[in-house]
């Protein structure tokens, strides 16, 4: 049969799943990974990753026992949370690569005011102390602290997030790409039949 047949559609989405699945793996093998070396010591973000990964990895089960079986029911499912999360991820993406200076040093002055840990992860990793201006009554795990040498370290955070940014809403605009390409692929693959089945039967 053509590209456009049962077999084709089959293996494409199973190909797409399972690199759903290594992506899946990968980010949950990394923030573990960077939980385990003392790389970030915050668990919510290590939490988040995690959660995401697992989410995604059931995601692509579903959709790989589906493809394999032929499952309507599970195809149909996949199927809707797949474009739904195409939407989310399309939306952050594209606010990823949209938001301006002034909005990226709000958002970086909450997330650091939000969290001691993610603080300390930071002034060690960057080699500064504070947001905007360092604070005489707290201590900071920088190695330049006890020189009494440390600059601020929202100059410094905001030379790497611009790139980062855009780096993610790259990443994520690609990602969302394929995922509705996964929901044209089992929407096309539900309404085949079979070669191997009835002819007559429409599954």
Not at 4 to 22: D, E, P, R, W
Not at 43 to 70: D, N, P, R
């Amino acid at each position: 049969m053509g590209c456009a047949g049962f077999t084709c559609s089959k293996h494409s989405l199973c190909a797409l799943n399972i690199l759903y699945v290594m992506v899946s793996l990968l980010m949950i093998g990394i923030a573990a990974w960077g939980m385990w070396f003392g790389l970030v010591s915050s668990f919510q973000v290590v939490g988040v990753i995690i959660g995401v990964g697992v989410f995604l990895f059931f995601v692509a089960l579903a959709g790989l026992i589906g493809a394999m079986k032929h499952h309507q029911v599970l195809l149909f499912f996949y199927m809707i949370i797949l474009f739904m999360v195409f939407i989310v991820q399309f939306s952050v993406s594209s606010a990823c690569l949209a938001i301006n200076r002034e909005q990226q040093d709000h958002l970086l002055e909450v997330a650091w005011n939000n969290s001691q840990s993610t603080q300390r992860d930071v002034e060690k990793s960057l080699n500064c102390c504070g947001f905007k201006q360092l604070d005489p009554n707290r201590t900071c795990d920088a190695t330049c602290f006890p020189n009494h040498s440390c600059r601020p370290c929202a100059d410094k955070i905001q030379a790497h997030v611009g790139e980062a940014l855009r780096f993610v809403g790259g990443i994520g605009l690609f990602f969302s790409f394929t995922e509705i390409l996964g929901v044209w692929l089992t929407y096309r693959y539900r309404n085949q039949k079979d070669p191997r089945a009835n002819p007559s039967a429409f599954l």
